[in-house]
């Protein structure tokens, strides 16, 4: 059973910085997108940032300077680095993990907390 375990999640001030790590366990093939996404209290979850098997990545609009999502494929983890934070990017950001067979999976999510 494919499994993804976030971490790195954190409080931290306006303008600081954290690095998301979404580690995937198990057999994986056939790897289509690894993404991040988030959801603040009362909203709906949104797409942050995502990468393909073929390295191309696509940003929200309102991330784009400030976050960077990379992959070690060796060690099946992708990574977010969330740099000049800011308060409203407050809430729990999720790892989603897409397989060419159109499987789908979420990690459990981590908590991110920007104080101003």
């Known amino acids: 059973q494919l499994q993804l375990v976030e971490s790195g999640g954190g409080l931290v001030q306006a303008g600081g910085s954290l690095r998301l790590s979404c580690a995937a366990s198990?057999?994986?093939?056939?790897?289509?997108?690894m993404a991040w996404y988030r959801q603040a209290t009362g909203k709906q979850r949104e797409l942050v940032a995502a990468m393909s098997s073929g390295g191309s990545t696509n940003y929200a609009e309102f991330v784009k300077g400030r976050f960077t999502i990379s992959r070690d494929n060796a060690k099946n983890t992708v990574y977010l680095q969330m740099n000049s934070l800011k308060p409203e990017d407050t809430g729990v950001y999720y790892c989603y993990l897409l397989l060419r067979s159109g499987f789908d999976y979420w990690g459990q999510g981590t908590q991110v907390t920007v104080s101003s």
């Open positions: 198990g057999s994986i093939c056939n790897i289509n997108t």
